[in-house]
């Protein structure tokens, strides 16, 4: 089952608010797609944009969050 990353998807997962199985299919995406890749970094960036200025515990929780998917995207970057 795969997200598409979107919109509407996006944020919960960037926020830490997604489920595991949300999770789990977003990390398959972008293991297997270039073009997920692409649009989770944008997002990301988006995310460190709307975020950033908001120095808060809250924040640290929520880039741990998404941990695992940037350093799935750095390793296919690398290859």
């Known amino acids: 089952m795969a ?4 919109d509407k998807n996006i944020w919960p997962i960037l926020e830490g608010n997604a489920s595991e ?3 789990f299919c977003l990390k398959k995406d ?4 270039a073009e997920a890749r692409k649009q989770f970094a944008r997002y ?3 995310w460190n944009l ?9 924040i640290i ?10 350093q799935t995207i750095n390793k296919h970057k690398k290859i």
């Open 50 to 58: 709307t975020y950033r200025s908001c120095l808060t515990p809250i």
């Open 3 to 6: 997200t598409g990353l979107n």
């Open 44 to 46: 990301r960036r988006l």
């Open 30 to 33: 972008v293991e297997n797609s």
């Open 21 to 23: 199985e949300e999770l």
């Open 61 to 70: 929780y929520k880039e741990k969050a998404c941990k695992a998917l940037i």
